[in-house]
């Protein structure tokens, strides 16, 4: 084709810019963790718990923390250095096994020492190969979920609309990472074909295609069996990808293609394109009620679903203009501020609820990444330094803290970090952590340390006073620089955190962590697992890009 020689020309330039970028992120990592390792301002407003070692284990009832786990005898429970207590009658089903007064292993959030990357460039290069090797499966555009066919939830050997558009998202963000950068435009290519394609099935399960949950691969035929259905996100999440991949195309100098594929203007034409498509379901559809991100229960208000739809409808309105539908880019518009005045119901003024059905879910943690607008015409609803979103990190710190002995087992051994899982009370699999929600964790702070940079300034006073209580400060005064020097390490810690649990496998990336032994457990090389841990490091270096 005639734009060849332009294509090899940005490919030229674009392994320049890797080059360059490794480079600058050494002398980043450098210019973050000297002052830390001579006692200086990353360390100097840490206010470090007190755990008193001979702490009384008169504790009342309502507030013994437990330290034990299902079927604990006395001596194991001694051993751990816990009180002991049998309760008999006990209807408040009180721990036996439980912390002493002073010994909370879940205080503070633990952050690394110094702000360093948590994985190496050859650990990284490895996840992204296992990353990769999922991604276009036979040529054909499709995603596998993971190549395991005999999981704890049966084959994962599908492509989930959901995952799949989540992890070709990551892909687009991750380029950098990618050696040749033409990695990139095979399976974007074939994945706008595979997103064509699925449009224009004939659905059989008597509903609309663009929200199927899930498909055969590797030739895309629909999933006919029982699932929870209408999966409502994935038209809009698709339809950010598509517009994301779009806008790079454009700005190349492909505006055929864009034309031709994505954003036809005539409905009678791949149905408008595969962004337009997908997202005039979203503007017409977006109160109707659908399945929750973990396919497990139904409601016309998950915080996920509608982050998603807000989000996909500013980026279509963005894309509408730029390609001259002025009326189409005004009805996208008009539906984003709707989604958008129904948002700040779900903050009850402690932290970010879900639904009303099941209030702490991490599905919220992943939307204040995948669901946040950054196109001008948002008004920065629940941003990474809010009070809404310090709140919620606050509370879902000590859920997850407390639900998964892995978490007190490691803040006692000194490793930094958290794992989080996916909400209270979970079973499947056992209730363990889950390697997305926490990498999801990781990417949040360092979006934080981000616009703290770019922004220059630190979180309206109530959103700080919460952040000094997530990462253990003192009332020391902070300037901007100090305050994303602790989101740094906080996301660090995170990931330090997952690093100690995934080493021993070889950087292979499960969908959980065992809550137990740290092991991991169920499904093997879980695409979505690695598109989120990489997405994450891809935030940690456009944060230290925004030092210089």
């Known amino acids: 084709p005639s734009s060849l020689g332009a294509r090899n020309k940005r490919e030229v330039v674009m392994k320049f810019a890797v080059a360059a970028l490794v480079a600058l992120v050494a002398c980043c990592n450098a210019v973050f963790a000297a002052p830390a390792s001579n006692g200086g301002w990353l360390r100097a407003h840490v206010s470090r718990p007190n755990h008193a070692t001979n702490a009384s284990c008169a504790v009342s009832g309502s507030d013994k923390i437990d330290c034990g786990f299902s079927g604990i005898e006395k001596d194991g429970c001694v051993k751990k250095g816990c009180c002991w207590a049998e309760v008999s009658p006990n209807p408040d089903n ?17 952050l690394a020492s110094v702000a360093a990357a948590p994985f190496s460039p050859a650990e990284t290069q490895t996840m992204l190969g296992f990353f990769m090797a999922n991604i276009n499966i036979d040529g054909k555009g499709g995603v596998v979920a993971s190549p395991d066919h005999a999981t704890p939830g049966g084959s994962y050997y599908y492509h989930w609309e959901r995952d799949g558009a989540l992890s070709m998202n990551a892909l687009l963000q991750i380029t950098p990472l990618l050696s040749p950068a033409s990695a990139l435009q095979t399976p974007m290519r074939a994945y706008v074909q595979w997103v064509l394609g699925r449009q224009a099935e004939q659905d059989p399960n008597g509903q609309d295609v663009r929200t199927e949950p899930k498909y055969q691969l590797p030739d895309g035929a629909v999933y006919t069996g029982g699932w929870c259905r209408p999966q ?23 505006q055929a293609y864009v034309k031709e594929f994505l954003w036809t203007g005539d409905s009678s034409k791949r149905q408008g394109g595969a962004i337009k498509h997908d997202l005039d379901w979203v503007a017409a559809n977006w109160e109707s009620q659908g399945c929750d991100l973990w396919e497990e229960i139904r409601s016309d208000d998950f915080f996920w679903n509608r982050m998603i739809f807000k989000n996909a409808l500013l980026v279509g309105a963005a894309f509408a203009k730029l390609l001259g539908d002025a009326a189409t880019a005004t009805r996208y518009a008009a539906a984003a501020a709707a989604v958008n005045a129904t948002l700040p119901a779900h903050f009850n003024g402690q932290f970010v609820m879900e639904t009303q059905a099941r209030q702490k879910d991490a599905a919220v943690i992943v939307a204040f990444n995948d669901g946040f607008s950054a196109s001008a015409a948002d008004d920065g609803l629940f941003g990474p330094n809010s009070v809404a979103v310090a709140g919620t990190v606050q509370a879902y710190n000590e859920l997850f803290c407390l639900t998964f002995p892995v978490n007190q087992a490691d803040n006692q051994a000194g490793v930094p970090g958290i794992f989080y899982g996916r909400y209270a009370g979970d079973h499947y699999a056992g209730g363990n952590p889950w390697v997305l929600s926490t990498g999801a964790l990781a990417q949040l702070f360092y979006r934080g340390a981000l616009e703290t940079l770019q922004r220059d300034a630190l979180p309206e006073p109530a959103a700080l006073a919460v952040w000094r209580t997530v990462f253990g400060l003192d009332t020391s005064p902070l300037t901007p620089k100090d305050f994303a020097g602790f989101q740094l390490r906080a996301g660090d810690g995170v990931l330090l955190r997952l ?21 991991e457990s169920s499904v093997a090389d879980l695409t979505w697992s690695y598109g989120t841990v990489l997405k994450a490091l891809n935030s940690r270096m456009q944060a230290f890009f925004c030092t210089w």
């Not at 409502?232 to 492909?254: F, I």
């Not at 950087?507 to 959980?512: A, G």
């Open 232 to 254: 409502t996100d994935g038209p809009g999440l698709r339809a950010v990808t598509l517009a994301n991949y779009g806008q790079q195309q454009w700005a190349a100098g492909e």
């Open 94 to 110: 009180e721990p036996w096994c439980f912390y002493s007064k002073g010994s909370n292993p879940c205080g503070p959030l633990g």
């Open 499 to 519: 690093r100690k649990h995934v080493a021993p496998n070889g950087f292979h990336l499960s969908e959980q962590i065992d809550k137990s032994s740290g092991a």
